[in-house]
T-cell receptor, first 124, second 113 residues
């Protein structure tokens, strides 16, 4: 089974500065997706960025970028020019790209496995 | 932008009672999921649903749980006889294809007394 670990329960950053959130994962699969989701106090989980494991190039989305190290099974999120609105809980998540027989006997269609989350505080 | 909608936002129920949590996935999405998050813990997968049947479920999703897509728009999670440990935030998610990212609703906070 896959596991995702976020070793930083809390992080803080000054507005306009850069912060990096860590994530490691364990899998025996070679084809998968990795995600960072943001959960602000309003509760809805919002996709921040996604990385396909077969792509060597690190994904970027405006001020958000990842450092994907497949051999090390590491997937960190860098937030540049931090803004007050970036304050939230951030979850790293893994999803297999390979259809397989699920526990219910049907084909598994990509459940997400989440890390424990990192609370990011942004100081003005 | 289309959203996943969940109702109610907060449900308070007596232990032993049945509860139904409702979700309206994004209209052209085909894959549906339920997750839960016990306070202070990680988000956990419960069940996935495709083509009108469960495709995968976790060990949490025991006989007390069931899911249904009663019509073309709603996706429900039923807990038959609630326990104190069912208190959690329940999230519904959907995706258009298996490869595309899942979109989450705001969640339903379930409190069991």
């Amino acid at each position: 089974a896959q596991t995702v670990t976020q070793s930083q329960p809390e992080m803080s950053v000054q507005e306009a500065e850069t912060v990096t959130l860590s994530c490691t994962y364990d899998t025996s699969e070679s084809d998968y997706y990795l995600f960072w989701y943001k959960q602000p106090p309003s509760r809805q989980m919002i996709l921040v960025i996604r990385q396909e494991a077969y792509k060597q190039q690190n994904a970027t989305e405006n001020r958000f970028s990842v450092n994907f190290q497949k051999a090390a099974k590491s997937f960190s999120l860098k937030i540049s020019d931090s803004q007050l609105g970036d304050a939230a809980m951030y979850f790293c998540a893994y999803r297999s790209a390979i259809p397989r027989v699920g526990e219910a006997g049907g084909t598994s269609y990509g459940k997400l496995t989440f890390g424990q989350g990192t609370i990011l505080t942004v100081h003005p | 932008e289309p959203e996943v909608t969940q109702t109610p936002s907060h449900q308070v129920t007596q232990m032993g009672q049945e509860v139904i949590l409702r979700c309206v996935p994004i209209s052209n999405h085909l894959y549906f999921y339920w997750y839960r998050q016990i306070l202070g813990q990680k988000v956990e997968f419960l069940v996935s649903f495709y083509n009108n049947e469960i495709s995968e479920k976790s060990e949490i999703f025991d006989d007390q749980f069931s899911v249904e897509r009663p019509d073309g728009s709603n996706f429900t999670l039923k807990i038959r006889s609630t326990k104190l440990e069912d208190s959690a935030m329940y999230f519904c998610a959907s995706s258009r294809t298996r490869q595309q990212p899942q979109h989450f609703g705001d969640g339903t906070r379930l409190s069991i007394l």
